[in-house]
């Protein structure tokens, strides 16, 4: 299947802990647990090295769903009714970044890569940064190696700097923290 023959994918904002269903939290952990798997998201600081099973991931999804507020939101993308990836955006907090957003946990469910999902995801978040948070601005961090800096310049993002090393994967493999910056 490519991406011409998917039909769109429907979206989904959660801005309240109850807006997330015990399902839902789920196919959320699933879908962290096998990207972590596949080497393409940052494992949670209190989850064991991978292999990783959803199980390993449940209570990360939980600290990020009750974190949820109008000023924090996760948007969810589905095809045909199954999670197909996810985002974190939040708004910082300090009066002097409060024209400023973060974005976090930009994931795409492994069988549903090459199918567009991510760049609908960051199409998305743009118009909701925008044109519901007010923001004028979003940041996010990406590691080195793999390639994630391409993908997001071309949605838009603009490299502004590097952490050299800032990233241990494994003894021996560290990488660089890849700064970028989108103008809303």
Known sequence: ?????VAAPTFAQFTRPSELSGARRRDLAACWAAVVNAGGAVIPADCPLPPLTPADVEAAVDRIAESLAPECRLL???LDGELAGWLLVRRETHPLEAHCGVVNH???QVHFRGLGIGTALMHRVHRIARDE???ERLKLSARAGLGLEHFYRRAGWAEIG?????????PGDDRDEILMSLAL
């Open 76 to 78: 969810a993308a589905t």
């Open 1 to 5: 299947m490519t991406a011409s023959e």
């Open 162 to 170: 590097r952490w050299p090393g800032a990233l241990r994967l494994a």
């Open 133 to 135: 948070m007010g923001l």
């Open 106 to 108: 930009v994931q795409t």
